[in-house]
């Protein structure tokens, strides 16, 4: 981490230049910390890896910049886009940011890695997304692509490090290379307990860019974070994740998206509920449509779907959190009558193995299949220790 752009970083020391920004908890995410990297970008032609969640303060770290006279040349956006939040899997076309007039190229349209013609006028890419701390959550996938391009085109990049609500814990099947997708493209568990930027040295340190690539990589560390502490953003990491309770639940829930089950799209509390047409026999039900931004073609629109409500599941289960949950999985696989078009051809890329839903469909417990899962995560965990920022 000692190049050229860490040593200037620490030698502006720690001046907080936004005087609005107040936070509240001790937690500091590094874009609050302006003063530490101002510097830094003051002078240089800058590339911006942002969407509506890379705040500082109240203002978009983008304007931030550029209100602070820092030459924005460029802003990519990851999926649900930058400021517009488009739904899952919407591509993105390219644009103009009607704020700013600032060049916008989608990472998530027509292609999910910047090419040379992107980064040819930059001097250093700024990347600045909220994590939620899951494997399939697409933006550790960008992060890792905009690596290979910086590597490839000799760009250095500037990780601007953000808490992972979910790193107090590491859980679920590591990664079999054989399902490498974009909702999976490294070894590692469903939950990897790392934040971004210690993601982002994991990804340079194991050489996972591939072809020898090293890229000249900055990260900004958080102030006073340890994987303990359990921070949610102020603002939605993506449109569907719309509460705390949402973003703890997302790595179990998120399994269901690889099946015939719904998980909420199209209500107004997605990912924190599940349910399906013909689970008649549960006490909750729901009737997803269309909401323009969240989902306009929600699974089952206008049927009642029949399942669970998990919206006060921890609140009325402290204990539960720190691990992913199979059993509202395993159940409702049972329940509808272990069809064979329960689970559909996303999940093993979701899951990053077949393994699992081999194991579901040999009706393993979901003791047995955690206990299945242990090898990888400690093997995952040596790899781990070596880029971790935080106690």
């Known amino acids: 981490m000692c190049n050229r752009f860490t040593r200037l970083a620490f030698m502006t020391g720690l001046m907080v230049m936004l005087t609005a920004v107040a936070v509240s908890s001790q937690v500091i995410p590094s874009a609050w910390n302006t003063g530490r990297y101002f510097r830094i970008l003051h002078g240089k032609k800058v590339g911006v890896v942002a969407n509506n969640a890379s705040m500082v303060g109240k203002m978009n770290i983008v304007d931030t910049l550029i209100r602070s006279g820092i030459d924005v040349r460029v802003v990519f956006s990851p999926e ?18 009607p704020v700013t007039n600032v060049r916008v190229v989608s990472l998530y349209g027509i292609k999910k890695k910047p090419v040379g013609i992107d980064l040819e006028e930059l001097d250093l890419v700024v990347f600045d997304l909220q994590d939620v701390g899951a494997r399939f959550f697409t933006y550790i996938s960008t992060l890792s692509l905009v690596m290979e391009a910086c590597a490839e085109n000799n760009i250095p990049m500037l990780v601007l490090d953000r808490p992972n609500p979910n790193a107090f814990y590491i859980d679920g099947p590591v990664l079999d290379m054989k399902f490498k997708s974009f909702v999976g493209m490294h070894p590692v568990p469903v939950v990897y307990g790392m934040t971004i930027g210690e993601y982002a040295r994991m ?15 900055t990260v900004l560390p958080l102030e006073n974070y340890s994987h303990q502490d359990v921070y949610f953003p102020q603002e939605k990491p993506s449109p569907n994740l719309t509460s705390s309770n949402a973003i703890l639940l997302y790595p179990s829930l998120c399994f269901f998206e690889g099946t015939t089950v719904s998980v909420g799209r199209g209500t107004l509390f997605p990912f924190e509920v599940y349910g399906h047409p013909e689970l008649e026999g549960k006490n909750f039900s729901f009737k997803p ?28 289960h402290p204990d539960a959190k720190g691990k992913i949950k199979l059993s509202w999985l395993i159940d409702a696989y049972r329940d509808l ?15 990053g193995t077949d393994e699992l839903r081999k194991q ?31 106690p």
């Not at 990804?203 to 990589?217: I, P, Q, S």
């Not at 009558?337 to 899951?351: D, H, I, V, W």
């Open 203 to 217: 990804v340079n340190g194991e050489g996972w860019l591939g072809k020898d690539l090293h890229c000249d990589l």
């Open 360 to 390: 579901i469909l040999q009706g393993m417990t979901e003791d047995d299949i955690r206990k299945s899962w242990q090898p990888g995560i400690e093997e995952f965990k040596k790899i781990r220790e070596r880029y971790l920022l935080y």
């Open 289 to 316: 449509g269309p909401i323009q931004g969240m989902d306009s073609h929600p699974q089952y629109n206008g049927k009642t779907c029949f399942g669970e409500d998990l919206r006060k599941y921890f609140e009325k």
């Open 80 to 97: 649900h886009g930058f400021r517009i939040t488009e739904e899952a899997g919407a591509e993105v076309s390219d644009y103009r940011d």
């Open 337 to 351: 009558g272990q069809k064979p078009g329960f689970f559909t051809e996303y999940f093993n890329r979701l899951a």
